[in-house]
């Protein structure tokens, strides 16, 4: 301790020898020295600065107080350790040692500290900046002894510095804030003169900030505002802030802008308001997309209102919020009605609409549900809905509903389903096929009905090829189709055609009808063929029969024109001869050879008349089914003799030899004797008729098992082969020249085939061809083989023998009356006449005849009705009464029976028949 407190002295000593070695050299006393050197203590003590000295070693050799505190050293602790113990310096940046400043000193003057960036670390770690400098302490012979370090610690100052800086920098950010601003912020003076203008002011109002500080700040306020800007001026006056305040500035070129303003008032010290800071936000944008709002509000609004759509909003609990009008007109609601509501009140159906509000509280959106509505007037309306949730921060806010009416639209679907039903079930009942075919991709479609019409399995999906259709159609009708659906691809028309097709299954030939009509898409190319079959086999064949029918019916109808000539002309023909025959009977007086012949001639043409309108009449009474046979067991040859006797004047004048070659054995046949006489003198007639004169004729009669076939052959024109299937239709003749014809009609063999049927048998002609003769053919079928005994036709020669009768003739046709009245006078009878009905009964009355020929139509009184009163008479029930008429009916017989008529008698009156009837009643 001691020796410390030497050390300490000695440079306590060294220090004053040194100031007083100064004081020394500056020849002062050295009492001034010592008085100099305590104030120099002092002095050094009292400077704000560290002063520390050393010797020419470094070591120190004084420190003042401050250097002390600086440290952490005293100065007696310090003395004559090196500086660089007693602190240390360190670079700033680097944190490495610094060279002992004192031994740098030494060498020459350094500055310490902010220059270098040294930092000075005391005993008590503290860092501390310092600043100052060391100088080299030298004798007056120059000699260094050493150095002197004066400095200061600047952590104080660095700190106030940093401060500085700080608030500098602070400033400065503020500064470009300002300036960087979007924001226009401008300064003005109460005097409204502008004082600072940034950049944003620059791009809102126009000008740069030269050309607007010092101009007063009406600059950019337009005129219609200024009173505006008084009111903010004097706002300001009072020291009001104005915040968002909304008007209009002018721009350098004149335009308007929107801004919104925060005005604040510019306060001195003292707090007097100096000025004004106004902050313009540009809000155009704002404004615009404000208004761009408001606009789509009002759409909106517009929209819901008006919407062709109903629409509705829900709430969370399922009240109605709100209605469009579209969604009131389609209920028939009013707004109060409707709006406030449930929802579901307006449902028919509970289900959907609870359904529809779960899913859409669940979140789901919900599309084209179908809904029926309750309508105020009490129908239903359906709708489709379609609805989603509006959530806001996953809260519920209302379910936002479109509402579209599909009432028509619903009904006319399903009128279009049954349209459809109908159509298949329509297209099932007429059988007609559908198919399409894709122009593009060649692939065709069938319907089930197609597959049925060509004979093809069906295939599931209705695919098929071209082919499947190309195939079956007849390959002469194929190319002749192709080309009308060319055509009609080309025209992209429809059209129509019929071709025939052969079954795939049973190779069946059918004819089809199709209907076609092409489908374009939306370039208008033909992109389909669409198009129907029909199988119309059965109507072609129709048509075909049809055709065949009109075309027999007009062929008859010819026929019958051509037989009404033929009818004529035969009529015609014997008249002329009976007439002439007239007049010789006058002029010969009835008497003598030539009356005789002219007589037999007029009585053969007489009976060929008669023959042809029998003829006519029967096959008028056959045709209507009017003929009823009277069937007995016959022999047959008898039956063929009665027709060759009647024949037999014809052959004889036609000078043919006829042939009859009958069985062994006789045949019998159920059959009516006339009418079956009557198919064999046909048949022999026509041999006659159809043969140059001298001709062979051959009747033979066969027995064929259980038929009997007769054959009459004979050698004339014979039949082209084409007309022997026509032969026996009614009216048919083959060579309708009336100079060539025979006398017929064209209904012989006609009767003939009628009358052999009735029989139960059939009649063929056979011929090899014209002038090879003909061959025809019957077949009856033959019952029995036992002898039948022949038949007893009395000779009609007895009838001469007669008895007079008293005969009343009574007719309307006098010529009748008369020519009647002749012959059964000369028979020997007593004759009386009458011409009407009432005659008739008087002359009945008066004349008491045994047998009255009464005539049915009659004047006054009609033949029935004479009859009955006759009858009623007393002498009424003894006369014979015979009717006379045209009808041989069985109605009409039966008819005559009922009037009291004893016997029928067909017109013309059969002689023959009469007299043999009068010689009965006289037996
Ligand atoms: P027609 O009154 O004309 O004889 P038919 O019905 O008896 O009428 O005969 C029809 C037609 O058949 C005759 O017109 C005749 O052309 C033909 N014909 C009938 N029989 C013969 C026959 N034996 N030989 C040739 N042709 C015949």
Known sequence: MAENDDEEQRIRSVALENARQILTARNSAEENVRRQSEWLQITLDSIGDAVISTDAEGCVTFMNRVAENLSGWTQNEAAGHLLDEVFQLIHELSRQPVENPALRAIRGTIILGRANQEILIGRDGVERPIEGSAAPIKRDEGEIIGCVLVFRDMSDRQRLEQQVQKQLAGARFLASIVESSDDAIVSKSLDGIIQSWNKGAQRLFGYTAEQAIGRHISLIIPVDRLDEENRIQSLLRVGEHIEHYETIRQRSDGQRVDVSLTVSPILDEDGVVVGASKIARDITDRKRSEAALRDSETQLSDFFDNATVGLHWVGPDGIILRANQTELDLLGYSREEYVGQPISKFHADQSVIGDILKRLTSGETIANVEAPLCCK?????????????????????????????????????????????RMRLATEATAVGIWEWNVFTGQVRWDAQMFRIYGVPAKPNGIVDYADWSSAVLPEDLPRQEEILQETIRRLGSSSREFRIRRVDNRECRYIQCFEAVRTNSDGVAEWVVGTNLDITERKQSEEALRRLAADLSDSDRRKDEFLATLAHELRNPLAPIRNGLQVLELTNNCGEEAEQTRKMME?????????VDDLMDVSRISTGKVELQKKSLHLSEVINSAVETSRSLLEQMRHELTITLPEFPIVVEADFTRLAQVFLNLLNNAAKYSEPGSQIRITVERQASEVVVLVQDTGVGIASDQLPRIFDMFSQVDRSLEKSQGGLGIGLSLVRRLVELHGGSVEAKSEGFGKGSEFVVRLPAIMDTPVPSSELKDDQQSNLITPLRVLIVDDNRDSVTTLSMLLNLLGHKIHTAYDGEQALSAAREFRPDVILLDIGLPKLNGYDVCRKIREQPYGDRVVIIAQTGWGQPESRQKTSEAGFDHHMVKPLDTNALQKLLSDLNH
């Open 377 to 421: 007037d009490g129908s239903i309306r359906y709708v489709l809905i379609s609805s989603n949730v509006l959530f806001r921060n996953g809260k519920f806010i209302h379910s936002r509903c479109f509402t579209r009416d599909i009432t028509d639209r619903k009904f006319a679907e399903e009128g279009l389903k049954e349209n459809e039903q």
């Open 604 to 612: 053969r043409q007489l009976a060929q008349m008669i023959r042809l």
